[in-house]
């Protein structure tokens, strides 16, 4: 009885933190670590992603990302003008060597834009990652609550 009750606890532990882990993707010195993205609200088109890419290599350039769930998706960064947030588009990520790129709220982000469905918490959705020396990185996506402004994993870490 005993021994069943610490392998059940394990068993809901590793339950618990696989679908954190699952996202991961590895190709080379890049790996991109836990995709994610909010729930949008009903009758939305435009969504967004975020995820962080570490670099134990070379410097690398981030060139786009696609996704079938939208029919554009683009990078974009926000930033502070006169006291209002803003959005810009730009057209490549550079990656520096042996350091690390964030795609969080209120700075670097991936559009969905017209969306071809909606997100939903617990969804998951492909995106692609084109990368000027690595090539095409795919990894998929966790849809968190729309109100998360960062995913459940990271959350009390400090990071």
């Known amino acids: 009885m ?14 618990w933190v696989i679908p954190a882990l699952a996202a991961d993707q590895r190709t080379g010195s890049l790996t991109i670590t836990q995709p994610w993205s909010r729930a949008t609200a009903p009758g939305a088109a435009i969504g967004a992603a975020y995820f962080e890419i570490v670099n134990a290599g070379a410097v690398d350039t981030l060139l786009r990302i696609e996704s079938p769930i939208a029919r554009q998706v683009e990078m974009h960064t926000s930033y502070t003008e ?30 969905l834009i017209d969306l071809v469905r909606p997100l939903r918490k617990g969804d998951r959705f492909p995106l692609t990652l084109v990368f000027q020396h690595a090539g095409p990185v795919r990894v998929e996506a966790i849809v968190q609550d729309l109100g998360t402004l960062i995913p459940p994993w990271r959350e009390g870490h400090g990071q």
Do not use: K, N
């Open 2 to 15: 005993y021994t069943h009750i610490h392998r059940l606890t394990f068993l809901l532990a590793l339950a």
């Open 82 to 111: 006169g006291g209002t947030m803003r959005m810009r588009p730009v057209t490549s990520v550079d990656v520096p060597a042996r350091g690390r790129v964030r795609f969080e709220p209120s700075g670097l982000h991936v559009m």
